[in-house]
């Protein structure tokens, strides 16, 4: 569509556009106004309801209130140009140095380590080597930057992006590369030039397979000195590289400040041996500066000073207090665990958490234990109090206790609570009380200067310090080295732009030390922050980290307190302040943390220890060690050839046992085995109650003074196998290993890992379904994956006879009446009299077509069936054929309004089929006279009597804009968004001197009828036979059919005038009125007046198109309808029809007879349904199980297309038992796969994706009903369609009503027959709509197609039972079949210990399921939860798995056929209802499974404890059942043993799911039913405000562990609630926002009886009394304008004024209506507010009387 012009227009053309755009898509609304309203009025007029709700007149400005709904404002994003610099070429922004470029120099030679201090550059280094490697190359190179932390991972990609033009990706653990296929890293591959990783993320893609070591050309390792011993750098090199062959190593780079990574070096041959070791891991030689002068004027080195500080006083009382609370707390954790020494080592001892978590991004899954929190929150509190003080402590417990808020496990909430609470009192103090109070202050100091120190006992020395610092520290609320750090920053208090960064050991002090610094006075200019890394306690993420390292740089922050991962890497240069708050423990922290003050003139501080001989003696050997290093770095000892030889031997020893896949290359190792276990256990699926990770018992061998160990593995109970005994090993970490590398094996052997050496999940990559939203390309098997396909057409159509090639030959044709049978009754005779016709076919027809009946919507009273009926076979000659195909043609060209000619319009053997018309006789024989005299008038050469006379007078939208078929074709490849210039423009007509200068109206004097003839356009006709003939106007094209002539009215008639009706043009006659508006001087203006009702397009009679008032009829039966006409009452049972007065002598008489016309409009409806009912047949016999038809065809149509049936309750249906089988299927045939596996796997045989693929390889698509039918686009043999947007499905009376507004004269009469359509005004790309011509295609949706499958399973079943759906899935290659010797090992179970069996009630708990197991085995499956130690027992996921598609089915299946009247949308509420957690969990409950589960988790016991406390009240009232939405939510176990005992029943009868519902129909008691069935609060809120036009907006909050939700509805609060868990919390809010808003309807209500009179006055007074003031007055009509239009887009208000220009005052005041949710409305409501303006005025007051 053409944007609206932005000039300035008069306002009616304005009007006009506006209402256009509206009709058919719309744009953006321009709002214009008249030149005079620029001026603008202040003063304004609207209603507003007083306290009784009465509408009260003011004027001013209406305030509008806000409204809610609309969603948050977002603003626009700015783009900042940097965008289209991306082309340029990018060059190094620093000049490399001569030092850099000798290090790039011996680089390019061989692999190179590149000793430099930090701020030297490696990393530029590092780029140009990049580049000559890629210039040396000339290709495309692979290089991977190598960083060991995460935040090096943003920082180096950002340099490199910035530096090169190369494609760099940045990688690590946050982003969840882990779960990454090999695809997916394989684009990055392919797509990426640089790739900045975290080493751990290499490694596990080398050790997978993922990549190879070759494929790598450069591999730049940043602070590669942690290449010793397990680090990820030291195991790729061992690993991989050494073992690649040496010609196809990548080329190595490391970059280190310092080789050594220990806390110091002895002497010149030790260093000499460390460099070496790490040289010959990385295969690479050390390379450093010899001249340092040319280094020291590039990288400024700090100041370095060393502060010492006082020892702290231990607070013995505190201290003991709290450490006793520790010792309990260590108690409860001991008792909790409940395992040896030996049993308890396994993971946490061994270090396999942290490699679990270093390795695979992956946390250890932890219970929701209370003694183990609480520990680490004590650790953390005691450690201020020796190192801070207590008020730091202090700070920290009360932090602990507020988070605890923020906690959603109450028992874990609870217990913590209980002792911080204790330790937060203890521990209060306040920096203000000092030494008590300022009196003892002044006695301890005396008369003394501010900032004098007196008592160095009690406080260290200094000056300018906080009096209240000072009183803290001797009261020993700080410690002294707390006081010295605040000292040292008040010395930089006046330094411009300072920045510091603040090193500590400990998170609990990184966090805390800002807490403190902010607080006191004399430290205002510090803007404090911390930067902390990944830890499992703090689960710190990186975008906090990346926050604080921005504001420190921008200047927000100025001290940043630190924990070690500042020390490496991080380029911060405003830095100008380094403080080792704790000193350094390695030498390379030493030497790591000076480098980060960059900036020239900084001080790098060392805090020491008055007295403290390690902190002396570490400082001396840390800086005698850096001068060693670079000694050695630049002399390089030569060492003996027995220490080469062993360091050499020492990486060949570190290679150890691995487990190698030939056929991918991936690899598990004895270093990675153990963390490889741990995450396939994390993988399996789990909840919160459950901690799945292995269990390791080791055994202590001994054989006389040798000690071995043997470790056995234990895996989780949903694992395939329960345990794993290792071999002897000389060491207990040895022992872990070799049981966990020996698993691994076992495991991919028995596909529990991929070859690929990763958890199989099931799933392979194709089938993954993704995310589909409005921002991606849509994905196969949703509703926005559109196709376009051919149409079908069935073979039975099929025939060369249509072609007449032979003629001298007859055709034998079978005859097929089309039979109609009335239900209801009609008085129009438009619509009761029409004509019969006959089919003729090319074979004989099935007879299952024949039983079909075919409902036709003619009139809102009236249903016609419609059925075909044989009537013999007909032998046609050659000519009798080329007669029947010419009046064909002629007939459907006029019917579908297509201009084809019967000799030259083109014929297809794939659709041969003709219409013929009977006699009216008895027999029913071909009417071969009426064929040959409509084929012999001479009214065919007429342009104006075939079809599309408007194509020919110029008045079609092609004429006046283009062809619009090509505008179908350019929006389908423009995705909808083109619209033709002339969309929407109608009405247009021709001069009528044109017209009769062409001939067609013939040029004649003035000419007078004799006797009862008429003259016409084209002759004379006898008045008494022109009654139902079809007639053509003359000037326009229109057709007519005619009712009557009007002996009593002629052209000179009055003209009568349109009630309301105000216009420039007065016409005193008909004759004047076409004269004037056509151009047409009618010259026998005596003769008498045809009236005629106009001719519509053809309908779609398929679809209910009528509004039925069931109230109305709900007592009457259509046979007693007619006769009780009186008693319903006219008014609600009649419609208007519109009636034209034509002068005779203007139109022509069409050869065809308007019966005939009327009934051949009948035809495509009728041929529509028989060509999908032969498809239907079609694809019965081919599926080959018989069906009926029907029921096929039922399944085959979609609910777009709007007809009386269509496949969603199949669907329905056939979705709950297409997942029964499959999951059965795969349940027997997958006994080792767990509830994760099993589920994908079915996944990718059901999901929507799948069946789409299904449905394509049968050709499926062909034989789909996806759009609602429009004769307009339909094919009929030998009249192709022309696509033409504006000939869209309409109402009959509409129809024919707009072609007198805009051409002719319109009476108005009403009529008892009239039909009121239900139009479809949606104007979106649904399925089958396609802006093009349609006949041969038409869109549909991967979606429509799965749905498809799914319902014809669900017809196949209830129609021939589960072997005619297996027969049909077997068919469409869906696999459910399985052996019956799998059957009978699936139904073995498992062998449970006699303790077991012993602990369980079998007989109670039999009971209460209502019945008998003969396996016991899978009964005691099914109530284990995976919390609870195995002991030989699995949990009870696969039989839930198994549980839940059985019910599921049995469920759906009750229900669809118990109600089988309910429609689709019901039927599947009604299935939610009943299939759902929340509900199994509370029949769980009433049945009190949930004292029989075997579990292991205190928290989860709780949390069971309270729901059903909570629920007692719903057991106890009979009958009632929320049916899942109550105001508890209950644990997912419960819901999941209901299901686990459901498939245990399954296994126990033998696989018999009938056998199962006998079970479970008590159990389920009472099912949900259509008068039961609750409706979810959020649901019924929202339905309710989208009925009333009302915005909708919800407003979460959470303070601590409670979470408020607000509800507000058109920007007012109307109801909040609170719970722990935001989904309940809404629930609940919208509950209460649902009796607010009833209340207040009901007052409303009360409101409205007060006032009734007085509204319906009101109402009287719409926008036609304002119209008929004006016209009384002669004034102007009204002018409207938009005022505001808001809310969502399902909840439109629009606000219109309006004024009045009066001859007598001029103009009104512009009057203000009400925000309605219609145009109309609102119109409405500002003519009422001019109304009663004007009842103010006395010459208005009578008229405005009622």
Known sequence: MEPLDRRRKPAKRVCYENKTRRRHGGCKRERERDPEEEGGREKRAYLEKDADGRNVLKFGIRVPAARGGAGPVTEPSTQNGSAGKAGKEKVCVEQARAYQLEVLSQAEEGNTIAFLETGAGKTLIAVLLMKRKAELLQRKILTVFLVPKVPLVYQQAEVIRERTNFNVGHYCGEMVQDFWDSKRWQREFQSKEVLVMTAQILLNILRHSIVRMEDIDLLILDECHHAVKKHPYSLVMSEFYHLAPKEKRPKIFGMTASPVNLKGVSNQEDCAVKIRNLETKLDSVVCTIRDRKELEKHVPMPSETVVEYDKAAVLWSLREKIKQMKEQVEEACSASSKRTKWQFMGARDAGASDELHFVYGVAERKESDGAANLLQKLRSIIFCLDELGQWCAYKVASSSLGNLRHDERTADVKYQELYLTKIVDMLKCDLQQGAASSSKLEAVHGDVEEGEVIDTNSLSGGEHFDEVLGAAVADKKVTPKVQSLIQILRKYEHVEDFRAIIFVDRVVAALTLPCVLSELPSLKYVRSGSLVGHNNSQDVSTRHMHDSLSKFRDGSLNVLVATSVAEEGLDIRQCNVVVRFDLAKTVLAYIQSRGRARKPGSDYILMLEKGNKVHQSFLRNARNSEETLRKEATERTKLDPWTEAAIVASLEDGKGETYQVPSTGAMVTLNSAVGLIHFYCSQLPSDRYSILKPEFVLTKHSTGDVVYFSCKLRLPSNAPVESFDGPVCSTMKGAQQAVCLEACKKLHEMAAFTDMLLPDTGTPDKSDKGEDNETTDPIPGTARYREYFPEGIADFLKGDWILNT?????????????????????????????????????????????????????????????????????????????????????????????????????????????????????????????????????????????????????????????????????????????????????????????????????????????????????????????????????????????????????????????????????????????????????????????????????????????????????????????????????????????????????????????????????????????????????????????????????????????????????????????????????????????????????????????????????????????????????????????????????????????????????????????????????????????????????????????????????????????????????????????????????????????????????????????????????????????????????????????????????????????????????????????????????????????????????????????????????????????????????????????????????????????????????LLEPMVTPDTLPVHPVRELQERCQQQAEGLEYRASREGSIATVEVFVDGVQIGCAQNTQKKMAQKLAARNALAALKERDSLEEESNKVTKMENDKANAFTRQTLNDICLQRQWPMPQYRLLSESGPAHAKRFTYTVRVNTRERGWTDECEGQAMPSMKKAKDSAALVLLEVLKQWDDIKAPLKP
């Open 806 to 1562: 032979n003629y001298l030959l007859s055709t034998s044709l079978y005859m097929y009446i089309i039979q109609y049978s009335n239900v209801g009754f009609s008085t129009d005779p438009l619509v009761t009299q029409t004509s019969d016709f006959a089919v003729l076919f090319g074979r004989e027809m099935d007879p299952e077509v024949l039983t079909a009946s075919v409902d036709l919507f003619v009139a809102r009273t009236l249903t016609t069936q419609a059925s075909l009926v044989f009537s013999g076979v007909h032998h046609i000659t050659s000519s009798e054929l080329t007669l029947l195909k010419a009046f064909h043609v002629r007939l459907m060209s006029i019917v579908l309004d297509v201009d084809v000619e019967p000799a030259s319009t083109p014929w297809d053997s794939n659709k041969a089929y003709l219409f013929v018309p009977l006699t009216s006789s008895c027999t029913k024989q071909i009417d071969w006279a009426l064929m040959n005299k409509v084929l012999g008038s001479h009214a065919w050469s007429s342009p104006l009597q075939r079809a599309r006379p408007d194509v020919f007078l110029g008045t079609n939208e092609r004429a006046l804009g283009g062809d619009r078929r090509e505008y179908g074709f350019s929006k389908l490849r423009s995705n909808g968004v083109q619209k033709h210039p002339t969309y929407g423009i109608r009405g247009a007509v021709a001069e009528f001197d044109v017209i009769k200068a062409s001939g067609i109206a013939p040029l004649r004097e003035k000419l007078e009828p004799e006797g009862r003839q008429l003259l016409l356009a084209d002759g004379y006709a006898n008045m008494d036979e022109m009654d139902g003939k079809l007639v053509t106007a003359a000037h326009s094209g229109k057709r007519f059919y005619v009712e009557s002539v009007m002996r009593e009215m002629t052209a000179e008639s009055p003209f009568p005038r349109k009630e309301g009706y105000l216009g420039s043009v007065e016409y005193s006659s008909y004759a004047d009125y076409y004269e004037q508006k056509y151009g047409v001087r009618l010259h026998c203006r005596h003769q008498p007046m045809l009236r005629c009702r106009g001719v519509s397009h053809c309908k779609n009679l398929l679809s209910p198109r009528f509004k039925l008032l069931e109230s109305t009829f709900s007592s009457f039966t259509v046979s007693l309808l007619a006769d009780s006409w009186s008693a319903v009452g006219s008014e609600e049972l009649s419609d208007k029809t519109y009636y034209v007065m034509l002068p005779p002598e203007i139109c022509l008489v069409h050869p065809l007879p308007g019966c005939l016309v009327r009934g051949a409009q009948r035809l495509p409806s009728v041929m529509k349904r028989v060509e999908s009912i032969l498809l239907a047949v079609q694809l019965k016999h081919e599926i080959g199980f018989p069906i009926p038809a029907a029921k096929v065809l039922e399944a085959l149509t979609a609910a777009s297309c709007q007809e009386t049936f269509s496949y969603e309750r199949a669907e329905l249906l056939g979705d709950a038992y297409l997942k029964w089988v499959v999951s059965r299927r795969l349940f027997i045939k997958h006994p080792r796969k767990h509830e994760g596996q099993l589920t994908r796997m079915r996944q990718q045989t059901v999901s929507n994706m799948v069946l789409y693929e299904f449905a394509i390889s049968k050709s499926l698509q062909s034989y789909i009903q996806s759009d609602r039918f429009a004769p307009s686009r339909w094919a009929a043999p030998g009249v192709p369609p022309v696509f033409d947007e504006d000939l869209k499905d309409a109402n009959l009376d509409n129809e024919a009503a707009e072609v007198p507004k805009a051409n002719e004269h319109e009476e108005r009469s009403t009529k008892s027959s009239g039909e009121e359509e239900v139009l479809d005004d949606s104007t979106s790309l649904e399925d089958g709509e396609a802006e093009w011509d349609s006949s041969s295609y038409r869109v549909l949706s991967s979606k429509t197609l799965a749905d498809v499958v799914e319902a014809l399973i669900g017809v196949y079943y209830v129609e021939g039972g589960t072997k005619a759906a297996a027969h049909f899935m077997n068919w469409i290659n869906i696999p459910i079949d399985y052996d019956e010797a799998e059957a009978n090992a699936a139904r073995a179970g498992c062998s449970v210990p006699d303790s077991v069996m012993n602990s369980i009630d079998f007989e109670k708990l039999e009971l209460a399921i209502g019945y008998k197991f003969q396996m016991k085995s899978v009964l005691v499956e099914a109530i284990s939860h995976a919390s609870r130690p195995s002991a030989g027992v699995p949990c009870y996921q696969r039989l839930e798995f198994v549980g839940d598609a059985v019910l599921d089915h049995l469920i759906t299946r009750y229900l669809f056929f118990r109600y089988q009247d309910l429609p689709p949308g019901r039927l599947t509420d009604l299935r939610a209802a009943a299939v759902n957690n929340e509900n199994f969990a509370r029949i769980s409950v009433k049945h009190s499974f949930h004292l029989h589960l075997r579990h292991g988790s205190s928290a989860l016991e709780a949390q069971i404890k309270d729901f059903v406390k909570d629920i007692q009240s719903e057991l106890d009232k009979p009958g009632i059942n929320s049916f899942g939405i109550g105001d508890f939510k209950a644990p997912k176990v419960l819901g999941d043993i209901l299901e686990s005992i459901a498939g245990a029943i399954f296994l126990d009868t033998g696989l018999a799911a009938d056998e199962v519902w006998k079970v479970f129909e008590r």
